[in-house]
């Protein structure tokens, strides 16, 4: 792993540490991880490997990634304050599915650089999967942890929002 791999793995898992304290949920919150998958997946993702079981790999890591991220987003509290800004705090369980996510996949990287190289390759050739099929299944695991959160935050600050309107419309019709 490079220097930079390092880099944006770390920013990946720190995305999530910055609404451990409530913050807002506003355009930049949403545009910097969307700017961060752009820059990941234009760096690492260049075909999509379709020989032996690559394919079923990049499954199961995409649905894994996704499920992480939807169950992180969900476990993330989402409202609206006086003002109408959307806020987030993820809690414990958000950052530990976050954590638990990109910290494997990050985990795992480390150890095929430093030393697992060689297990991995005998596995590899076993179940008919290449590096490409790793690399493709690990970096759309990512992206797909991200943008599911990502989106479900931007879903419930925007129903947070209609929810806060209602109450407001009932409120001034009483």
């Given at each position: 792993?490079?220097?930079?791999?390092?880099?944006?793995d770390s920013l990946l898992v720190l995305l999530v540490f910055r609404q451990l304290r409530e913050s807002r949920f506003d355009r930049r919150a949403i545009l910097l991880p969307?700017?961060?998958?752009?820059?990941v997946g234009h760096s690492y993702l260049h075909s999509m490997p379709t020989t032996g079981n690559d394919l079923a790999l990049v499954a199961v890591l995409v649905l894994t990634g996704l499920t992480l991220g939807t169950a992180s987003g969900l476990t993330t509290r989402v409202r609206r304050d006086a003002t109408g800004t959307a806020r987030v705090k993820a809690g414990g369980t958000a950052a530990l599915l976050w954590v638990l996510g990109m910290g494997s996949r990050f985990g795992f990287s480390v150890w095929v650089t430093h030393g697992g190289g060689p297990t991995i390759g005998r596995f590899s050739m076993t179940h008919g999967l290449t590096a490409a099929g790793w690399t493709t299944a690990l970096v759309l695991m990512a992206l797909g942890e991200v943008l599911s959160r990502t989106a479900l935050l931007w879903v419930r600050a925007r129903r947070a929002g209609a929810e806060c309107d209602e109450v407001a419309s009932r409120l001034v019709t009483v």
């Open positions: 792993m490079s220097l930079t791999d390092y880099l944006l969307v700017l961060i998958c752009a820059v």
